[in-house]
């Protein structure tokens, strides 16, 4: 028995040789066979660094071989991500960065087409060219967004930031030293504060220039900047000092100051010439150099120099730094300027959820077209913001972010150097067909000056902070604040989009009438009514509303409502598909019966002698794409949709287009109406799959980068010209117009076409879309060229 067991034993040590280094063969990664870096002994330092950020976000760096060096954006992606936040104890990452968002990096790069499948424990397990081995710039230094929540137990920080905490600029402000100015928003000029620890610190103003000004402006919102009055603000440094210096008391017979005494000195001490001279006496001047070229987007990007920790640096022969900026047209209500300066007209920003965001688009040759996202950055973006109005560029988004554009794309690898006064006047490249599509359009998001227009409106009772009664805040003969309800009543999608964008909630997806089904425990008394908005307005108060309330249902059920998102659809027709498809057929009676039941035809046809005639119908192809960021869909739900037994369909949207025909001064002389029975992807773009279909009873939508298309030959979709007259007219296509659906923007969702008919054939010229050409393009519109497009069947 024993020697059967040693027998056994032997055999298995045997087995376990021979099988033992055959496995570790296997598992032991070879060099030649992978692309990934040697891992270093010691553990990996990874920090994240750049301006201006959070401190869970940024540019990241890597500590290999004594040095810090940055990752090359070449391949990167959101699995990249997740390795590098892990590595710094964040859960996970919520986005990356491209082209240096964070600022350029410097030294190495030490890593380049960086490919991780999303599980490794490090950045370095993940295959990549090898540690140094790139064909990168900085200008393509990646950067990391991590989700703001730690791991459990993670004790190593890991090198989160790449500063010290007190010398990291984040947050700075402008503090107005006259009593009047702090009052009226937006701040235009004071002394230059930034954040520091728990509290607010100045800036020595030895050696500042005017390129610092500049740079101060534009991270606060503002185009520009103005010339400080610096005598006004060392005169009242000057006069508090002596005030100081030999303070006047009034002392009565018992030795005490006397009341007068006392208010007098409460007075002097509010003063803005005692608050500058305390500011400088504070010690608390905690940046005394700032070295900026003009061009940076942020006032971290400069060169600083900061007082030494525990030194006293009191700013001997200077001051608090003091700016003065000069806010763009949208901004300049309370800042007392006559002459308000002017914006690009050859530029715009298109799609974007809030103000000063969206989508690039340049004018030449009176139309508009896009920007490709080609070497796109915040030096670029930022001379787009401050030519509109707005500060420096907070972001310089790529890849279709605020939606595609339509039409020609303009512009390639923009270039701007920083001192440019427009995008024109930067370098770029001129587009061709295969460098770019409208997948790849630039925008950008810009800083703004703060307002608080925020502090005046609330939602309630909703379910999220997205949703729920819009209340306002208004002031009594007295002075006293108090919250109230908009009436329901006139309300509609223009004034919910007005209301979410003063919340800086985005778009509206609704706007409600009728408010019963939202919790009103809380429900305050009504304080405005009769709201009609254009939907451009910044907030409630810009819109018309009566001068006293007047709502017929006042109860709490009645007020005002809005559901609020980040995205929304946009609908365009293809306005060449009109103009290639337009034919007139003179169609008999009894084939029009249907149609007549739906109100297809003009009022005459009701006197005709049916079944016998006909009518004569302006047909054409319609083609509606959806170039938003969220999907198209009627508002109502199928519970509601109304079925039609004649056609044999559902209508989910009663009226989904117009079609006009209008004379010179815009009086209409024929009109239809299409309603959506059936909306529905009948085709996308390359990559997309299509999610609403209307067989069996299915859903109804728009898919983004998905088309409808509604052809000529089928009920309804046609002018009835019986009626009109020989002449030149406008056409005009209008998708949504009752706004019954919110879209990211409006203006495109009408189309016009020159129109002439002269009794047997119709000529179409010029079809475009309402915002796609010039103000003056539109001023030639009455211009009819005689040129033949399609003549009757």
């Known amino acids: 028995m024993e020697k059967s067991r040693r027998r056994q034993q032997f055999a298995f040590s045997l087995l376990l040789s021979l099988w033992l280094p055959c496995c570790l063969a296997q598992t032991t990664p070879s060099n030649a066979a992978t692309l990934s870096p040697s891992p270093q002994t010691e553990r990996l330092k990874v920090r994240l660094s750049g301006y201006p950020r959070k401190h869970n976000e ?128 937006p ?52 006069r508090a000092a002596e005030k100081v210096s030999r303070p006047k008391v009034n002392v009565s017979a018992g030795g005490r100051q006397t009341s007068k005494a006392k208010a007098n000195s409460k007075s002097k001490q509010s003063s803005p010439g005692k608050r500058l001279y305390l500011d400088r006496q504070k010690n608390h001047f905690h940046i005394h150099s700032v070295e900026c070229t003009g061009t940076e987007v942020h006032l971290a990007a400069c060169p600083l120099e900061f007082s030494k920790r525990n030194a006293t640096f009191t700013c001997e022969g200077g001051m608090a730094a003091v700016v003065s900026c000069m806010p763009g047209p949208l901004f300049m209500q309370n800042s007392g300027l006559k002459k308000k300066p002017k914006i690009s007209s050859t530029v715009r920003l298109k799609g974007g959820a809030r103000l000063g965001e969206g989508r690039v688009e340049v004018l030449k040759d009176n139309e508009w077209g896009t920007v490709c996202d080609d070497r796109w950055n915040l030096l ?96 009594d003969s007295n002075g006293t604040q ?151 869909k009627p508002k109502a739900g199928r519970h509601s949709w109304i079925w039609h037994a004649c056609h044999g369909h559902y209508h989910s949207m009663n009226i989904f287009t117009h079609y006009d025909l209008m004379n010179a001064n815009g009086t209409k002389v024929a009109e239809g109406h299409k309603a959506s029975f059936c909306l529905e992807d009948s085709d996308c773009q390359e990559g997309v799959s299509k999610r609403y279909e209307c067989a069996n009873f299915g859903d109804q939508g728009i898919t983004v980068g998905c088309w409808d298309l509604y052809r000529h030959d089928i009920d309804c979709q046609w002018i009835d010209i019986t009626d009109v007259k020989p002449g030149n007219y406008i056409m005009q296509i209008v998708i949504n117009p009752n706004n019954e659906v919110a879209e990211s923007d409006f203006t495109n969702n009408a189309m016009k076409c020159n129109c002439k008919y002269d009794g047997h054939r119709i000529w179409l010229h010029n079809c475009h879309i309402g915002d796609a050409f010039s103000e003056e393009a539109e001023r030639r519109f009455e211009k009819y060229p005689g040129q033949l497009n399609n003549q009757i069947n």
């Open 58 to 185: 940024g540019r990241v760096e890597l500590f290999y071989k004594g040095e810090w060096g940055t990752i090359c954006d070449d391949d990167f992606s959101i699995a990249n991500a997740n390795v590098l936040c892990r590595q710094l104890g964040f859960v996970s990452a919520t986005g990356w960065t491209h082209s240096a968002k964070y600022g350029k990096g410097q030294g190495k790069i030490w890593l380049d087409n960086v490919l991780c499948n999303g599980g490794e424990k490090s950045i370095e397990f993940c295959k990549s060219r090898g540690w140094g081995n790139s064909d990168c710039t900085h200008d393509e230094d990646a950067g990391v967004v991590c989700k703001d929540e730690r791991i459990p137990g993670f004790v190593d920080s890991n090198v989160i930031d790449a500063q010290v905490d007190e010398n990291r600029i984040e947050e700075v402000r402008l503090r107005s030293v006259v009593t009047m100015s702090r009052k009226k928003l």
């Open 482 to 632: 108090s919250w109230g309800l908009v009436c329901g009543e006139t309300w509609s999608t223009k004034e919910a989009m007005v209301a979410c964008r003063q919340l800086g909630l985005g778009y509206a997806n609704q706007g409600l009438q009728e408010t019963w089904y939202w919790d009103s425990s809380n429900v305050t008394d009504m304080i405005m009514s009769g709201v009609k908005c254009t939907g451009n307005e910044m907030s409630l108060s810009q819109c018309q509303h009566h001068k006293t309330v007047s709502c017929q249902k006042a109860a709490a059920k009645f007020a005002a409502g809005v559901i609020c998102s980040d995205t929304a659809s946009d609908l365009v027709l293809d306005a060449p598909l009109v103009q290639q498809t337009v034919y007139i057929e003179d169609r008999p009676l009894h084939m029009l019966y249907c149609a007549a039941e739906e109100d297809c035809l003009s009022k005459s046809a009701a006197k005709a002698n049916w079944p016998y005639g006909h009518r004569r119908l302006l047909r054409f192809s319609s083609q509606i794409h959806n170039i938003g960021r969220a999907d198209f």
């Open 187 to 238: 701040i235009t000029e004071g002394v230059v504060e930034v954040k520091y620890k728990d509290g607010w610190a100045q800036i020595c103003d030895l050696g500042w220039t005017i390129k610092n000004t500049h740079v101060v402006c534009g991270m606060l919102g503002f185009p520009h900047e103005r010339k400080v009055n610096k005598n006004f603000y060392k005169r009242l440094k000057k």
């Open 380 to 475: 670029s973006a930022s001379i787009v913001c401050r030519e509109l109005g707005f500060g420096s560029a907070k972001e310089a988004l790529t890849g279709a972010r605020m939606g595609q554009g339509m039409g020609p794309i303009y512009m390639n690898e923009v270039k701007c150097l920083g001192q440019e006064k427009s995008i024109w006047n930067c370098p770029f490249k001129n587009i061709t067909s295969e460098d770019c599509q409208h997948t790849e359009d630039a925008a950008v998001r810009c800083n703004l000056p703060y307002m608080g227009l925020e502090n005046s409106i609330r939602l309630t009772g909703g379910r999220t902070r997205y949703e729920g009664r819009v209340e306002l805040l208004s002031s």
